[in-house]
């Protein structure tokens, strides 16, 4: 069912013929056909012939007769396709009467780990761990949906020398005192009042560091305490999880601490590999490649002089439990743009080590940040961070009011549950549109408006499709014939035929604005058709023709949004 590969496999041979061997080639779609091939114009310097020759000939060897209404050559080579109208409304068909829409569970499902969102224990989550969250769950769920077994991994802080502060200050308030303060989801006061004891009481200070002792050496009322912590914080972050509607859960939180006893014996393995150094009394490995601005090797310190172990020794003893101990065979590490040295090299020293080998592989899914409107870092108003409770909290407000203005006849809790659907889907599109690797600016007014590549232009396409069918008082029938005399109907077959190979894409790339692109167009031409075609007031078999064009294209879209987790409210 997926039309673009369908052409690709046709051409192929073909191509081959041509090329005397294997060509790409290379099908996407146009705008002067349907499709269009341009492997000639790649193959003309290696036969020596012009491309509009080659193109030419392969038109007589593609056996494309049952498939193309027509094939012809343009400009310096291209070879422009265009799809019969029985053949594209078959695929339509087809699609239609398949559950997954076109898009097929993998041949060889994988094991994957997405590590994403991994907030501070003691500490409230902010608008910087909102791209990480909503990125790693996009994953999740497109992966999964392809068949995958998928293991999320909440990578928390929570172990450390800062938790010998923490740890006093919860003594110093009363453990009810403190458990009501942490409950209330003031974490960053708590955190803050711990951290101004530590800086200005020498007395605290040490009180700290000698817990901080304690807890690394598995002191039993050390560890209650911490226990105490880790449980209301992942309280806190769960809420917050709940309001951004991802599919985290408690059974996901792998904070650091689950690695604490592997990581001695991490460092001992890589010893025995011969792969420590000694580099100003630290342990190091000294991954090929790795080089500083001065242009000297850099180290990855996996043990410092004192004896205690950093990130890279936690990040180290993850990969090696997930590759071994659980099997995985892809690793996902959302992680904003900054980190992307240390993960380069995390990576080197595990393929290094023999604990990333084919077919296993790790990749830093990488991100920009969110700016304000000033393109500088987004602040609160006081210049701290934007706490991402209170920002889902005011995009839930913001829609809920539109919602309200928009629809009046909406009830009180109709109106609330539109409203949270949109708001926090106008937040997740927004970071999910455009391209991971860039920074972009969150702007209200854009994310929330009912035009342009924005989630509720989406959400308000599904609505119309849920609104043709109430009115029908009927389903589409799934076995009915479908026809496409009309330009606006070929337009929107040949969006939705084009799913598959959308999702194949992005479940490998991870760049899902390719998916938001697809669904913004399926979106537009689904309002092209909708004002160019009645649907309810034409003539059988146009009517249940159309029916199946609009009810593909509303599971499409409701699909393609769950994706990337994002609700279809049926009014809006």
Same mark, same amino acid.
């Given at each position: 069912?997926? !039309?673009? +590969? ?47 020759? $080659? ?14 209404a ?11 396709? =265009?799809?019969? /109208? ?15 829409l ?30 990480? =969250? ?9 992966l ?13 802080? @929570?172990? &450390? ?5 923490? $740890? ?5 308030? /009363? ?21 101004a ?61 689950s ?14 590999? &011969?792969? !420590? ?32 172990? %950093?990130?890279?020794? =936690? ?42 080998t084919?077919?296993?592989r ?5 991100? /920009?940040?969110?700016?304000?409107p ?25 829609? =809920? ?22 708001g926090v ?5 927004? @970071?999910?549109?455009?391209?991971r690797?860039? @920074?972009?600016v ?9 035009? %342009? ?14 609104? $043709? ?21 070929r ?35 689904f ?39 994002? +609700? ?5």
């Open positions: 069912m997926d !039309l673009e +590969r369908l052409l690709a496999d046709r051409l192929a041979p073909a191509f081959a013929a041509v090329a005397g061997g294997p060509v790409d080639p290379a099908v996407r779609r146009s705008q002067h056909a349907d499709f269009q091939s341009d492997a000639a114009l790649g193959l003309a310097r290696r036969l020596g012939r012009p491309p509009r020759e $080659i193109a030419a000939e392969v038109r007589e060897h593609a056996a494309l007769a049952d498939l193309c027509a094939v012809e050559v343009s400009g310096p080579g291209f070879l422009n396709l =265009t799809v019969a /109208g029985h053949a594209l409304g078959g695929l339509v068909s087809a699609m239609a009467a398949d559950p997954r076109g898009v097929p569970p993998v041949a060889e499902p994988e094991t994957v780990v997405v590590d994403y969102s991994g907030p501070n224990v003691a500490k409230e989550m902010h608008v910087g761990h909102l791209r990480s =969250t909503v990125i790693g769950d996009a994953a999740a769920r497109t999964e949906w392809l068949g995958h077994r998928v293991l999320r991994a909440n990578h928390l802080g @929570d172990w &450390g020398t800062p938790f010998g502060m923490l $740890i006093e200050h919860l003594l110093d308030l /009363g453990e009810a005192g403190a458990a009501q303060e942490l409950s209330m989801g003031d974490l960053d006061g708590f955190y803050k009042a711990a951290r004891k530590f800086d200005d009481d020498e007395a605290f200070r040490g009180r700290s560091r000698q817990r901080v002792v304690a807890l690394q050496g598995g002191d039993p009322a050390t560890l209650r305490l911490w226990r105490l912590l880790v449980t209301q914080s992942e309280g806190y972050f769960l809420t917050v999880y709940d309001l951004l509607d991802v599919t985290l859960s408690g059974d996901d939180f792998r904070g650091e601490s690695y604490h006893d592997q990581l001695a014996p991490t460092v001992e393995e890589l010893d025995r590999l &011969g792969l !420590l150094r000694r580099s100003d009394g630290a342990d190091c490995v000294f991954p090929p490649g790795s080089v500083g601005r001065d242009g000297e090797p850099l180290p990855l310190i996996v043990r410092k002089s004192d004896g205690g172990y %950093g990130y890279p020794a =936690t990040d180290l003893a993850a990969l090696r439990h997930r590759t071994g101990a659980l099997g995985a065979t892809r690793l996902l590490y959302v992680v904003g743009l900054p980190q992307r040295r240390h993960f380069e090299m995390v990576f080197a020293v595990a393929v290094q080590a023999g604990w990333l084919a077919p296993a790790a990749e830093h899914v990488g991100f /920009g940040s969110i700016l304000g000033d393109g500088r870092m987004l602040r609160s108003r006081a210049g701290g961070s934007v706490k991402l409770a209170g920002l889902l909290t005011e995009a839930v407000e913001r829609a =809920t009011a539109l919602a309200r203005e928009r629809n009046p006849e909406l009830g009180e809790s109709e109106a609330a549950e539109v409203g949270c659907a949109v889907g106008a937040i997740k599109y927004a @970071d999910l549109s455009g391209d690797h860039k @920074d972009y969150l702007d209200w007014e854009r994310m929330l408006s009912l035009d %342009g590549n924005t989630a509720p232009y989406l959400q308000y396409a599904y609505s119309r499709v849920r609104s $043709i069918f109430r009115r029908a008082g009927a389903a589409a029938r799934p076995d009915a014939e479908v026809s496409l005399a009309e330009p606006a109907e337009a929107l077959a040949v969006e939705l035929v084009g799913f598959a190979s959308v999702v194949e894409e992005v479940a490998g790339g991870l760049e899902f604005h390719r998916l938001t692109a697809y669904l913004h167009r399926l979106a537009v031409a309002s092209a058709f909708y004002e160019r075609c009645p649907v309810l007031r034409a003539e059988e078999p146009v009517r249940e023709s159309r029916l199946v064009l609009c009810d593909l294209t509303g599971r499409v879209l409701r699909q393609g949004l769950d994706l990337l987790g994002i +609700r279809t409210p049926e009014r809006l």
